[in-house]
């Protein structure tokens, strides 16, 4: 028994794959992102989950990450979207992955080794982190076309201000970009075969706008992007899409103990009592990734109702009211996120009460806390001709 665990339901990570499948149809690959350990949700459960339900690709941020799937027996491709050190280049070759390139430095290595590598380059069209604008990227398409044993598989870009708005035109005009540079290298005799744009916010909103490929974040894991894209959806009439939401996270009461009125709780004395109080103490803390900011703001879900936080989140422990719970015990389980009897906690909720957003609360959630597939009675996959194995 742990006091500190994630369940992590399989049958709702499933069917998030399906409802995009049908959403983008049989002809576009779908690659969901595992990287940072699948969002929270464990890398090598959410990664079969994901390919079992008719996932194609799976986006990966390192080198580690391609080893720990592969030493799982995951043989799909693999997108390594983050930089790859030039001393790990060998290793990621020889694994199979395909690599996003934008650095002359990376792409003379992988010629001077003479290993086969199916490289997508990516483009600069507004978000200023990895790419290039389109003439170096010309020129670096050259360099990889004169090299044999490489292949540029894909170009792609990212999108910088789909999410957090329902006003699109800084995002159409990075479309636009992409477009063009699509053009560019294609009239320059580089065939493009794969091309990527689209992330979970553009997948529900822009159905004309997939190409050949999704890379699918956030909402393979039930959540939506922001609540701006759920507008956006309900605007453009997919609001009642359904996202199932796989992550919960799980204490137990540690101990319940009686504090008087007037008594200070926790570091700091940030909380006082004003009536006498039953508090439970919960083995949780900010170690764990229970944010700190919760203090004093946050609730958990004990007995089916709401218990608040009182008192500054301390590195390992977090204490909470339980004055209007009946019959709190020791080892009474607890709901930090998800759902116990008729409540909920969602990972929206903690994001703003922490002043942050759904992805980084289930990301932050410590590594070293356990996650236990579970199964949530999902329905089985459709019998939908657009279902298909995984492509090479």
Same mark, same amino acid.
């Given at each position: 028994?742990?006091?500190?665990?994630?369940?992590?339901?399989?049958?709702?990570?499933?069917?998030?794959?399906?409802?995009?499948?049908?959403?983008?149809?049989?002809?576009?690959?779908?690659?969901?992102?595992?990287?940072?350990?699948?969002?929270?949700?464990?890398?090598?459960? %959410?990664?079969? +989950?994901?390919?079992? !339900? *008719?996932?194609?690709?799976?986006?990966? #941020?390192?080198?580690?990450?391609?080893? =720990? $799937?592969?030493?799982?027996?995951?043989?799909?491709?693999?997108?390594?979207?983050?930089?790859?050190?030039?001393?790990?280049?060998?290793?990621?070759?020889?694994?199979?992955?395909?690599?996003?390139?934008?650095?002359?430095?990376?792409?003379?290595?992988?010629?001077?080794?003479?290993?086969?590598?199916?490289?997508?380059?990516?483009?600069?069209?507004?978000?200023?982190?990895?790419?290039?604008?389109?003439?170096?990227?010309?020129?670096?398409?050259?360099?990889?076309?004169?090299?044999?044993?490489?292949?540029?598989?894909?170009?792609?870009?990212?999108?910088?201000?789909?999410?957090?708005?329902?006003?699109?035109?800084?995002?159409?005009?990075?479309?636009?970009?992409?477009?063009? %540079?699509?053009? +560019?290298?294609?009239? !320059? *005799?580089?065939?493009?075969?794969?091309? #990527?744009?689209?992330?979970?916010?553009? =997948? $529900?909103?822009?159905?004309?706008?997939?190409?050949?490929?999704?890379?699918?974040?956030?909402?393979?894991?039930?959540?939506?992007?922001?609540?701006?894209?759920?507008?956006?959806?309900?605007?453009?009439?997919?609001?009642?899409?359904?996202?199932?939401?796989?992550?919960?996270?799980?204490?137990?009461?540690?101990?319940?103990?009686?504090?008087?009125?007037?008594?200070?709780?926790?570091?700091?004395?940030?909380?006082?009592?004003?009536?006498?109080?039953?508090?439970?103490?919960?083995?949780?803390?900010?170690?764990?990734?229970?944010?700190?900011?919760?203090?004093?703001?946050?609730?958990?879900?004990?007995?089916?109702?709401?218990?608040?936080?009182?008192?500054?989140?301390?590195?390992?422990?977090?204490?909470?009211?339980?004055?209007?719970?009946?019959?709190?015990?020791?080892?009474?389980?607890?709901?930090?996120?998800?759902?116990?009897?008729?409540?909920?906690?969602?990972?929206?909720?903690?994001?703003?009460?922490?002043?942050?957003?759904?992805?980084?609360?289930?990301?932050?959630?410590?590594?070293?806390?356990?996650?236990?597939?579970?199964?949530?009675?999902?329905?089985?996959?459709?019998?939908?001709?657009?279902?298909?194995?995984?492509?090479?």
């Amino acid at each position: 028994m742990d006091p500190v665990w994630c369940e992590v339901d399989i049958d709702a990570l499933a069917d998030n794959i399906r409802t995009f499948r049908r959403l983008v149809g049989p002809d576009v690959r779908l690659a969901p992102a595992v990287k940072g350990n699948a969002y929270g949700h464990g890398l090598v459960p %959410a990664a079969r +989950a994901f390919l079992t !339900a *008719g996932a194609d690709w799976l986006c990966v #941020h390192g080198v580690d990450e391609v080893r =720990a $799937l592969r030493d799982a027996g995951v043989d799909a491709p693999l997108y390594l979207v983050g930089p790859v050190l030039l001393h790990d280049l060998p290793a990621v070759a020889a694994l199979g992955a395909r690599m996003v390139v934008y650095n002359r430095e990376t792409v003379d290595r992988l010629v001077a080794l003479d290993v086969p590598a199916r490289l997508h380059l990516k483009i600069e069209t507004g978000n200023h982190r990895q790419g290039l604008p389109l003439p170096e990227a010309l020129a670096l398409a050259e360099r990889i076309a004169a090299a044999p044993h490489l292949e540029l598989e894909g170009v792609a870009s990212h999108f910088a201000n789909i999410e957090d708005t329902t006003d699109h035109r800084y995002a159409r005009a990075q479309l636009a970009a992409f477009e063009q %540079a699509v053009e +560019a290298l294609r009239a !320059a *005799g580089h065939p493009v075969p794969i091309r #990527h744009l689209s992330n979970s916010a553009a =997948a $529900l909103l822009w159905p004309d706008q997939r190409f050949e490929m999704v890379r699918l974040g956030i909402s393979a894991y039930g959540l939506w992007p922001s609540k701006e894209t759920k507008v956006a959806a309900t605007l453009a009439g997919r609001g009642d899409l359904r996202l199932r939401p796989a992550l919960a996270w799980k204490t137990r009461v540690a101990q319940v103990k009686a504090v008087p009125e007037g008594a200070f709780v926790g570091y700091g004395c940030s909380f006082m009592t004003t009536h006498p109080t039953r508090l439970a103490i919960l083995p949780v803390g900010y170690y764990d990734g229970y944010d700190r900011k919760l203090s004093n703001i946050a609730h958990v879900l004990v007995r089916g109702r709401r218990a608040p936080v009182r008192g500054r989140v301390c590195m390992n422990l977090i204490m909470v009211d339980v004055t209007d719970v009946p019959d709190v015990a020791l080892e009474d389980e607890v709901v930090l996120l998800g759902r116990q009897g008729d409540d909920v906690v969602t990972a929206e909720m903690l994001g703003d009460w922490a002043g942050t957003i759904n992805y980084e609360v289930v990301t932050r959630v410590g590594g070293h806390v356990p996650r236990r597939p579970v199964h949530g009675g999902a329905a089985p996959p459709d019998d939908d001709p657009g279902y298909r194995p995984p492509r090479p």
